[in-house]
Nanobody, 123 residues
Framework: VQLQASGGGLVQAGDSLTLACSDS????????MSWFRQAPGKEREFVSG????????QYADSMKGRFNIYRDNAKNTVYLQMRSLKPEDTAVYYC?????????????????WGQGTQVTVSS
């Protein structure tokens, strides 16, 4: 498993942005995938997660209704569509994968991590 995140950038408040995380391995479809983010001086926090098939998703409360996670197993890629972005969404966003049966919001339960992509939202 080798995860590569992309799609970050500098946007204005209210804009939309879609992040992508691709896996160069062959077992992507067996991974539970999540997005986390970490702002300067803060702990890494759970953003969203998705099950193997994509039929199950989970979101942090502050992202519900604004963020959408989905995956394309044929492309070994998971996406995070972000709408109505706010300055407080500014952070480095990481994709992460874990093997198991259920999604988990704890970073230390994830075995595989991408390198992170910076999202900066200006007011």
């Amino acid at each position: 498993v080798q995860l590569q995140a992309s799609g970050g950038g500098l946007v204005q408040a209210g804009d939309s942005l879609t992040l992508a995380c691709s896996d160069s391995g062959r077992t992507f479809s067996s991974l539970l995938m999540s997005w986390f983010r970490q702002a300067p001086g803060k702990e890494r926090e759970f953003v969203s997660g998705i099950t193997w098939s994509g039929s199950g998703t989970q979101y942090a409360d502050s992202m519900k209704g604004r963020f959408n996670i989905y995956r394309d197993n044929a492309k070994n890629t998971v996406y995070l569509q972000m709408r109505s972005l706010k300055p407080e969404d500014t952070a480095v966003y990481y994709c992460a994968g874990r093997r198991g049966r259920t999604l988990d919001t704890q970073p230390d339960k994830h075995n595989y991590w991408g390198q992170g992509t910076q999202v900066t939202v200006s007011s």
